[in-house]
């Protein structure tokens, strides 16, 4: 267990508040109290109000990692909290019982402090480690100010999971203050962020300086009912510990490289591209420095030098002009073993050399990793679901809920170990539909899983001309390899139905030479479709593939490793072809309408949009978000369009929602028009059912304001006369289930495909639903939270939950159900496309995983933003109406 002064990192006033005493409260009563409680209040809701529960499918006992928990009888007190360091005289304690601190602003008693005429209370704290010799630093001193906020009553608590009481500010504050109440013990004595903690049982050295430790996630949360604590497995990236030269050593991926004394010397062992780096991934991390014959001062990493400490000048009061090399000898008898390596600045123009400084264990690492790292973090991650639910239970060891004195002073029992059980549904999955020539036209999914043996595509398009291009090198992928290759592609399209002949060219390429010019080349055949070939990790080759396909040239690109295509079996291929289809307009498959009546009865119209968010990745700050929302054109809700737009950055709320929505509508009237020859009374949707990904709880109210308002606003601009079902996806949450038995799973351990559950674990007032659509396939399976803010179609429980679950099951390229409906799934895959859209030569340009510093150039936010809109390339008219993206 690492010592309590690492907890200090992120919450330096936090062990200041925790020994407190309380006293007699004196003064005129200042504080937000809440009113009387009364039966008949009105309840309101953010989103749908709950009238039903479902009840379609096969009834099962599942549990959930949540473990029950009371509501305090006591009153609770909420004080803001200010904290500053200039004060130097040490103040008595004054709390009992215990505050608890969210680390932030906020504190909660269970008693009235002894406050001023003007509601405050101040005292004074010391803060850091004792004096231990003549020449120890003292420690700090905090000066801490409580001032009074409002009171608790939980009663509001429970009145609200009762379903008396709406989610107003005092339930909101109550759920506060218990989450902070079970966060405070674990906080004080483990490194933590916001809601998990770690400990130091399990760690794993993943490379590139970065160290995982195992931790738990903790929250508590109001259901029907009752209130339940939460739990679940975490993973926390560390930085690893060790002397600031082997950290960086590693980070640099050098980890097989002995310190030689070259390696931190600007120019022969670093760049300074490699310095910035390395400045952006260590900045912010507490280090100890350690000076022979001195105490060990701590402080934090600001960014590293470009030169060395030899090449570091300053004018000492001393010793006048000196270098940092010579100020240490002289001052503190230092001598460097590597006296041009760089520094760390540990203040303002403070520097300090590498080999100095010591990083202590159980840093949080706060800074995008890398995708080798992520992957690793997967692996460390993955648990099988009963291994994950054991380790779950055990951890109510380390949490100790019962030995908590925080949670004994504010009246909370964890009334059981054991993890709650509730009632849950297995949906029947839809009857999905292939082409008319199929052997097997139709099949029912088993597992959630099904296969393409005797089944052509629903719409198989024809390919007239298309050509090869290969990038790979001609010892590596030779004559016949190519012929083989091709007979296999071909074979494998005529299997599912797509005709096509052999490639009116094929063509080796440079992969190391102008791709554009093997494009461009190409694209002078007009072909309808161009295959690519590429040699293993060609990132930027792909780039500029689908730049010029999707929004230079307008043609479908396909490309293909060529050591997976060399020798692959026909699943391969076959799973190109599914991508193939939909890129070239056609449709794979679709539900049957017996499956999912709310979406053929064909007097409602139904169009489906799916829309998203991606953010930049921490410490992008110059990034933009991208925008994207896709809608279903056909009356099957099997093809799908795309729009996309260029935000500010790290704002959830689409800004340009209402152009997009208008967009896809008018691709929806103009399909069923001039494709499908529909009267003019059916050409318009009657029914709008829109999914949105990736919104947190507290913008619920915000979405609704903004974003339904802008689709209301386009189909009255429209003409459209709709109704509109607006949801809510929720991926990141940390709910989990497990089977009860061996029926109710699946080969993995994991609960089956398609199990549903609105009881025991729902919000208590409002109409949402947790549904795990997608077998098991590494690891525990992650259910989705879907959450209903408006439903003008007064869907019932069983008709959106059959719907959604329907939805999962036509994500063109797969046959297997997936974990949210397609049409999110689309609207994510189209975000992260954004790369593409940026020609290879722009300043702005992306790789994979945004990780690259862009060219922005100077200016303000808004004028970078308006760079960013002016370099970003909208797809060509020839593909923006097929699923490019896939």
Known sequence: MPPKSTQALSRPAGPAILGLRGGARRGAPRLQVIPALNSGDHITTVGVKRSAFGATGRLVKIKINAFPTTVPECTIYQYDVVSSDKMTEIAPEVFNPRAVYDGRKIAFTVKRLDVDEKGSVEFKIPYGNKPSGPNSTPPRVFKIKLTEASVVNPQVLKRFIEGNQSLENSVLTAITALNVVVRMEPSLNHPFNIRSFFTDSEISNVGLGVQLWRGYFQSVRPTIGSMFINIDISTGAMYMPGTLTDVLLQMLGRKNTALNPRTFIPGPGLTASDIRKLSRQISGVRVTVRFPGRSDLERVVRKLSLEGARAMWFTSPQNGLTNVVDHLQRMYNVRLQYPDFICAEIGNGAFIPIELCYIKPGQIMRKQISGEVIAKVRDFSTMKPNDRLRSITQGLDVLAYGRSEYVQHFGMTVTSREPLEV?????????????????????????????????????????????????????????????????????????????????????????????????VDAARMKPTLIVAVLPTNANDIYNKIKHFGDCVAGIPTQCMIGHKCSYAKPQYFANVCLKLNVKLGGINLIPSSESVTALTDSRYPTMIIGADVMHPPPGANDRPSYTAAVGSVDSHTARYVATMQVQKGRQEIIEHFQAMCEELIMDYCGYHQHVEKKTPAQIKPKRIIVYRDGVSEGQFKEVLDTELAALKAACKKLAVDAKITFIIVAKRHH????????????????????????????????????????GGLLGTSRPTHYSVLHDENQMTPDNLQTLTNALCYVYARSTRAVSIPAPVYYADMVCSRANYHFSPDSPLGMDEDWSASSDTGSGTPAEILEKYRRFFKPVHKDQRKKMYFQ
């Open 423 to 519: 009632n849950a549904r297995i949906l029947v999955p839809p009857v999905l539909e292939y082409g008319k020539n199929s052997r097997q036209k139709t099949i029912t999914p088993k597992d959630g899983k099904w296969n393409m043996t005797d089944k052509h595509l629903f719409e198989p398009k024809r390919v007239t001309k298309w050509v090869l291009i290969i990038f790979e090198l001609k010892k590596h992928f030779d004559p016949v390899t190519c012929s083989k290759m091709t007979k296999a592609f071909i074979d494998a399209c005529k299997k599912v139905g797509i005709q096509i002949d052999d490639p009116a060219q094929t063509t080796w390429f440079n992969g190391q030479g102008t791709v554009e010019q093997g494009l």
């Open 735 to 774: 709910i989990r289930f497990f089977p009860t038995s061996r029926e109710t799973a699946d080969d993995t351990g994991n609960c089956q495909a398609g199990t549903v559950v609105d009881r025991g674990i729902g919000h208590p007032t409002e109409f949402d639903f947790y549904l795990q659509s997608h």
